[in-house]
């Protein structure tokens, strides 16, 4: 029997559910094992390798045919259901069940999960939890396997794209701004939470970086900035549905923002530098600006105990 991973628990957001199911995709591919993922159920439709799978199945199932939303949110329930009875089950090395679980103060990375389990009898692995993290090679060797069943569909690729070609024509160098205040109010004491004068000192940093090549800025923002942030700067906002912003910043030439699963994915996924502002006083330079060489959003364990 194949062995099979199951994400049997929603983390987060969309850039968390996406940061989620590449490590694992990455688990799969590098293991040939099989990936069940039906915590992505409201997601699925935005995605290529997704949108006609019942349970986030990888590799696919060529002949499956688009569930109904009720359908998914029957699936996800029971799953839950399942994964609650698997956890007494998984204490008897013999039921061939096991269960991991990933907490903010506890991270795990998959190959030493695999190398835990491997001398045990299992056919599937229940997880739970966010920070399941697979290795940088693993990326370098299935990297575009992943962004390839994680795209979004050509329609959302398509209305995001005429957008970010129109502001290109206007500027040199086009810089995506995820401007996220709302829930960063509180996300790890508010550590990261910056007013929208401090976005707009780093983007006018970014702009003397650049001099004398023009700037745009694309902002992605959960709040009104509009007479905030312009300041003879070119500013232009994001597509703002969730999907949209997420194709645009991937489409960027450079992206700024807090720490976020949901700005690392765009990087990751579009290959393009990002610098994840966790000190605002610290002036930028060009080498500010990484490639991830795996999806993340910046996020270390002590961070936990902050809130």
């Given at each position: 029997?194949?062995k ?52 986030g ?49 506890k ?14 009898s299992?056919?599937i ?107 003879d700067?070119?500013c232009?906002?994001g ?26 994915w765009a ?41």
């Open positions: 029997m194949q099979t991973i199951i994400i049997s628990k929603k983390t987060g957001r969309l850039g968390n559910r996406l940061q989620l199911y590449a490590h694992w995709l990455a688990f799969a591919l590098e293991k040939e094992v099989r990936l069940l993922n039906p915590a992505f159920a409201e997601y699925s439709l935005f995605f290529q390798g997704t949108a006609d799978q019942r349970w199945k990888f590799p696919k199932d060529p002949e499956a045919v688009s569930p109904s939303e009720a359908s998914r949110d029957w699936i996800y329930w029971s799953n839950r259901a399942a994964y609650k009875l698997a956890k007494p089950l998984a204490i008897s090395k013999n039921a061939g069940l096991r269960v991991a679980k990933a907490q903010s103060s991270f795990i990375q998959t190959d030493s999960l695999w190398n835990e389990f491997i001398q045990e299992w056919n692995l229940f997880t739970q939890g966010l920070h399941f993290y697979s290795p940088g090679e693993w990326f370098v060797r299935h990297g575009d396997t992943i962004r390839s069943f994680l795209a979004p569909l050509n329609g959302y690729q398509e209305k995001a794209t005429q957008l970010v070609t129109q502001i290109k024509s206007r500027a040199d160098v086009l810089v995506g701004v995820h401007l996220r205040q709302t829930d960063y109010q509180e996300f790890v004491g508010g550590r990261f939470f910056y007013s929208l004068n401090q976005y707009l000192m780093k983007m006018l940093e970014i702009r003397e970086l650049y001099h004398p090549r023009s700037c745009a800025f694309l902002i992605c923002s959960d709040v009104s900035w509009e007479g905030s942030l312009e300041q700067l070119q232009f906002s597509p703002g549905t969730v999907i949209g912003d997420l194709i645009a910043l991937s489409k960027c030439d450079l992206i700024l923002g807090p720490p976020s699963t949901f700005s690392g990087a990751w996924y579009g290959k393009v530098p990002i610098h994840f502002l966790e000190n605002p006083t610290i002036s930028l330079a060009l080498d500010s600006f990484q490639i991830l060489p795996y999806p993340h959003g910046a996020f270390r364990e002590e961070y936990a105990s902050l809130g």
